[in-house]
């Protein structure tokens, strides 16, 4: 039995940095302690944190398999201290069936990092969720029209799939847009040209209806919930009230909507265009607000690559979406040197909460006996985020040109060296939910 001791750096235990050593074997946490004994890896003046977890990625393949795949989407994750991934169902074809999602789980084989695969919600099969629910991280409702069939916008059928999912003790993950307020906006937005047109067709209104259609659906069946890529202070404030209330709902934001406004959609057009659209500075600073306080519970990326030719097609005609799942953990480790946000509250957002939330038992956090999924990042290493450095295979990234404060170094995935910024390690992830 081979062993492997970090040693030497400060980690994360119980809410505060100690200078302790990490006996890895087996895959899990055998020790924390001093001097322990086992090959070791070199840690001075690092810090040792829980893998991040991201509940929110678009890994493609399929049809789409140009923009990403599982080989290379999982190595952005682990490059940028993601070691595991809950991937939508918005490919194409979408994942509606259980046929579908099998198919996909044997794509996902050649993940670097651990993944789970969350399953569509549609008007037809809505009967049929306890069959794959074992199989699954959560379901996934899309309150307004995207891909394929992942089209529920009626009330009626939204309320029976919350019935669906209390059924199956899963959790409904809800992309919350009002249907008829994007319908009606998008009619007045015909004869708009200017970029900003995209997020006025988006307008704060479409998400706020939503979050309080999703909040009495989830009172009224009993269904654990989670409204994702939150951007509005409005939506936010009304879901941190009914939590106070007791209702089992949580929330999570997005990188892009705290680093990014629509000023970026002037400056960087398509590549700053995403659904729900990038919103104002008042909203930006409410949503770093909210996280501080917390009242938004994750922060996960919606990794959603296009390639750059995509992105330079006429600004409405260009998909929406960008790539991310490479770039939050150093944003976030900048913003972490600039007094932004806390270490806990980072190692929470990323790790901890996403961990209890979809209950994923010995993982979010560093302590003997759990599944060695660690991340090792340099405080002090400072670099410019660099197109040709992007893993992702889409090959570029909205953050280009930032100088960042803060990065992942080594990534450790049930106890195995993926990436060491240096190289990528052949290693295996594993399916949470087989």
Not at 363 to 376: L, M
């Amino acid at each position: 039995m081979s062993s492997i001791v970090l040693s030497g750096g400060h980690v994360f235990l119980d809410g505060k940095l100690e200078k302790k050593d990490i006996l890895i074997e087996n895959e899990r946490i055998a020790k924390i302690g001093e001097n322990l004994s086992g090959k070791k890896i070199d840690c001075t003046g690092k810090l040792i944190l829980p893998g991040a977890i991201d509940i929110h990625v678009h890994f493609r393949d399929f049809s789409e398999s140009h923009k990403e795949d599982w080989a290379s989407g999982s190595r952005a994750a682990a490059s940028g201290g993601t070691t595991t991934v809950f991937d939508m169902v918005n490919n194409d074809p979408p994942i509606t069936t259980k046929e579908r999602l099998f198919q996909k789980k044997e794509l996902a084989k050649k993940s670097v990092v651990n993944y789970g695969l969350y399953f569509g919600l549609g008007p037809d099969n809505l009967d049929s969720l306890n069959e794959v629910a074992p199989h699954v991280c959560g379901f996934k409702l899309h309150m307004c029209k995207t891909t394929g069939d992942l089209l529920l916008t009626d009330p009626v059928l939204q309320k029976k799939a919350f019935e669906k999912v209390k059924e199956t003790g899963k959790i409904i993950v809800i992309h919350a847009e009002d249907h008829e307020i994007l319908e009606a906006t998008a009619e007045d937005m015909k004869e708009r040209k200017d970029f900003l047109a995209h997020a006025d067709s988006r307008p704060h209104s479409a998400e706020i209806k939503a979050v309080e259609t999703a909040i009495c659906f989830q009172k009224d069946s009993g269904a654990k919930a989670h409204i994702t890529h939150m951007t509005t202070a409005r939506a936010t404030e009304l879901i941190y009230n009914a939590k106070k209330e007791g209702q089992d709902i949580t929330c999570d934001t997005c990188p892009t909507y705290l680093f990014m406004t629509t000023k970026d959609l002037e400056e960087k057009g398509a590549r700053a265009k995403m659904n729900p659209p990038v919103r104002n500075e008042s909203d930006l600073s409410t949503l770093w607000n909210g996280i501080n306080r917390d009242e938004i519970d994750i922060i996960s990326t919606d990794h959603a690559p296009h390639t750059i030719d995509e992105k330079s097609k006429n600004f409405f005609d260009a998909p929406a979406g960008v790539p991310g799942v490479e770039m939050r953990v150093p944003l976030l480790l900048d913003a972490i040197n600039k007094n932004k946000i806390s270490l806990e509250t980072f190692v929470k957002t990323c790790s901890t909460n996403p961990a209890k939330r979809f209950g994923l038992k010995e993982r979010g956090e560093i302590k003997e006996g759990s599944f060695a999924d660690i991340i090792v990042v340099d405080m002090n290493l400072e670099k410019e985020v660099k197109r040709e450095e992007q893993h992702t295979k889409c090959g570029w990234s909205p953050y280009e040109g930032m100088i960042l404060k803060g990065w992942p170094v080594m990534t450790f995935v049930n106890g195995k060296l993926v990436y060491d910024a240096k190289r990528f390690y052949e290693t295996e992830g594993e399916d949470l939910f087989p």
